[in-house]
C-alpha cells in the first residue's frame, strides 16, 4: 500500500514538472513574440529568459528528486 502511495505522489509530481517545462516554454516563446511585435527592449526579454531559466532549473531539481527517491524505493 505505502509504495503503491509512494508511486502515485512521484507521478503526481512527474507530471508537474512536465505541465511546467512545457508552459514555461510556451509562455516564453509567446512573450518573445509579444515583445517583438509591441518592439519591447531587450532589458524584458531577458527577464523573461531568466523567468524560464529559474522554471526550468526547478524542474531539473525535481527531476532529480524523483529519480533519487525511484532509486531509493527500488533498492
Same mark, same amino acid.
Given at each position: 500500500?505505502?509504495?503503491?502511495?509512494?508511486?502515485?505522489?512521484? $507521478?503526481?509530481?512527474?507530471?508537474?514538472? /512536465? +505541465?511546467?517545462?512545457?508552459?514555461?516554454? !510556451? =509562455?516564453?516563446?509567446?512573450?518573445?513574440? #509579444?515583445?517583438?511585435? $509591441?518592439?519591447?527592449?531587450?532589458?524584458? /526579454? +531577458?527577464?523573461?529568459?531568466?523567468?524560464? !531559466? =529559474?522554471?526550468?532549473?526547478?524542474?531539473? #531539481?525535481?527531476?532529480?528528486?524523483?529519480?533519487?527517491?525511484?532509486?531509493?524505493?527500488?533498492?
Amino acid at each position: 500500500m505505502t509504495d503503491d502511495l509512494t508511486e502515485q505522489q512521484l $507521478a503526481r509530481k512527474g507530471r508537474m514538472v /512536465a +505541465l511546467v517545462i512545457a508552459g514555461s516554454m !510556451l =509562455g516564453w516563446m509567446v512573450v518573445q513574440w #509579444v515583445g517583438n511585435q $509591441a518592439g519591447l527592449p531587450g532589458r524584458y /526579454a +531577458l527577464l523573461f529568459d531568466f523567468a524560464a !531559466l =529559474g522554471a526550468l532549473i526547478w524542474a531539473l #531539481v525535481n527531476i532529480y528528486q524523483i529519480w533519487r527517491a525511484r532509486q531509493k524505493a527500488e533498492g
